[in-house]
Each structure stands twice: as C-alpha cells, then as structure tokens.
C-alpha cells in the first residue's frame, strides 16, 4: 500500500512540474498564464495568456487545414489559442434560413442580412464576461477598412484576448449592423477584392497568434516592422 501510495505521489509531483514548465513556456515572462501569474484573467501586464478568437462565416469547413496544422495547431491543442467556427445559416432567418437581402433603403446587389448577424454577435458576446465598457473585439473584414499592417497586428494582439471575427459576402453587409455599432473595426488586407472574408480572417489569426507567447515555442518573439512601422 505503501509503495502504491508513494508511486501515486511521485506521479503527481511529475503532472505539476510537468504543468508548471508549460507555464512558463507560454508566459515566458512572468512564468504563469494570468490566472495563476495573479493577474485578473484578459488583464495580465503583457501578452493575453489566452487567446480566443470567433469566426461568423458561411463557410466554416474553408478554414480546415490552415488553422488545424502546424503552429497552430499546437497552440489549440497547448490552450494558448481559442478558436471557434460559427455557421451563420444557424441563425438565419425563416424556414429557409435566409441570410441575404436587398440592400436596406436600395441599391445594387445582395448584402448579409442584419438580423442574422446581429444575432449571431449577440449570442457570442452573451457567452463571456468581461469588465464594465470592455468587451471582445469585433472585426469586420472590407475592401473600405483599414490596410492590416505589422503594427495593428501587434496592437491586437497585446490589446485584446478575444476577437470576433466577421466574414462578410456578396456586395458586403446591412450598413445598419455598422451604424448600430456591432462592429468596432472594418479591416482589409489589401487593394483587391476576394470572394469573402474568410481568407482575410485566417491572415490575420495566423499573424496574431504568433505574437502569443509560447506559440512559437521556446523562440523569444521580437517585434519586427516589414512595413517601416507604418
């Protein structure tokens, strides 16, 4: 009973300091995530400890293979990276599910409907907690946003440890979901416009996850600006 005891023991003594140096690897700095660093979870003095970022798209199965591979891989599995797929049919309106529209007030084209979305941001953001007047970041990716540069990618990542991510379609989405402040930023990644926002979103989840500590392993990230720091 004895040596039963002590080999359950020394097992466990191996699970924590196995648990602790995983710690350290993804909080190199302080050598714990925030919720054992004594940092209020989302408000560690350096890097989000975790990061979790949610995809509204209409094609959530376009994401299998960049996301589920490699680094990125191993972050999900590591916990150092959250990510979530949701199909925006789910919240589609009627019997058909209908998440397109003419434009409200007209205009050319089809856009994603308004209550879909709203919906479906609703439903995510009502899923956390988060300090009073701060909440996840929404971003909605368009050929009108802000170019994605080094800089922003940092400043999302050291800002922010929950993103929601918008793929938009067709001729874009109901101006109303932007004016009625469901979205915090419009962002594109180049002068050229694609079939939709889901090839955006992984640019921009594979540039911030690198910046993740621990993500890249035992490699210190250093900043670098290929755009001059513009």
């Not at 599995?77 to 007030?105: A, S, V």
């Not at 922003?152 to 067709?170: F, N, P, S, T």
């Not at 939709?196 to 993740?212: F, K, Q, S, T, Y």
Request: with cysteine.
């Amino acid at each position: 009973l004895l040596k039963r005891f002590s080999a359950f023991a020394l097992k466990a003594i191996r699970y924590k300091l196995k648990a602790h140096y995983a710690h350290r690897r993804h909080h190199p700095i302080s050598g714990y995530p925030s919720s054992l660093c004594g940092a209020t979870p989302g408000k560690c003095s350096h890097y989000p400890c975790v990061m979790r970022i949610d995809v509204i798209t209409l094609f959530p199965k376009m994401f299998e293979g960049p996301l589920t591979e490699s680094i990125l891989k191993r972050a999900q599995e590591e916990k150092l990276l959250e990510i979530n797929f949701y199909d925006l049919r789910q919240f589609g309106q009627g019997q058909y599910k209908q998440i397109d529209d003419r434009p409200y007030g007209g205009g050319a084209g089809m856009v994603m409907m308004c209550e879909p979305i709203v919906s479906a941001i609703e439903a995510l953001t009502g899923q956390g907690k988060w300090d009073k007047g701060k909440g996840p970041h929404r971003i909605y990716f368009s050929p009108r946003g802000t170019r994605l540069k080094q800089t922003k990618v940092e400043q999302i990542a050291k800002k922010h440890d929950w993103l929601i991510l918008l793929c938009g379609h067709y001729e874009g989405i109901d101006q109303r979901i932007i004016d009625g402040g469901w979205i915090d930023e419009e962002m594109s990644i180049g002068d050229y416009v694609l079939t939709g926002g889901e090839l955006p979103a992984m640019v921009l989840i594979d540039a911030v996850a690198r910046h993740i500590p621990g993500v890249l392993g035992k490699e210190v990230y250093k900043p670098m600006q290929p755009d001059g720091g513009k």
